[in-house]
């Protein structure tokens, strides 16, 4: 199954090539440095540890970036963690069911490193690194 995936997508990559189409842009991976959404600093990454910037369960979680045979970006955080708050961005965390870890894929496409984070009621969030925090 693995093996069929990897080939699936590189045909696919080998047929682009050949066709001069230009070829999508790779997520970014997840780099140290200060994550936002809404225009609000969430959380911090340095190294194998990230710290929560905004009040709620969850304040430290392990971070794990990976990509995947097709060349995808992924990032899973221990314990995962949902947003909370308003339209107008993330007020407070709250930890996902059992405090389970949860891998997210990054965005493929982006200029800077970028996650697509999930709402406790619904919905998502793009959180992207800016500026130092």
Known sequence: MLAAR????SLGLL???????????LA?????????AHGRAVFRISGDH???????????FTVRRRRTLIGAAEVTFAPAFLFDGSDNGP???????????WTFE???GTDVPTVRMNW???GESDVV?????
Request: net charge positive; proline share 9%.
């Open 91 to 101: 007020s407070r965390v709250e930890a996902w069911y059992d405090r389970r870890p």
């Open 28 to 36: 970014a991976m997840m780099t140290d440095g200060c994550y936002y």
């Open 15 to 25: 047929a682009a090539a050949a066709c001069d189409v230009p070829l999508p842009r």
């Open 6 to 9: 990897f080939l699936l997508g």
């Open 106 to 108: 990054m965005v493929a």
């Open 120 to 122: 406790s009621a619904y």
């Open 129 to 133: 690194r800016g500026a130092p925090c």
């Open 50 to 60: 990230g710290r929560v910037l905004i009040p709620g369960d969850v304040t430290t």
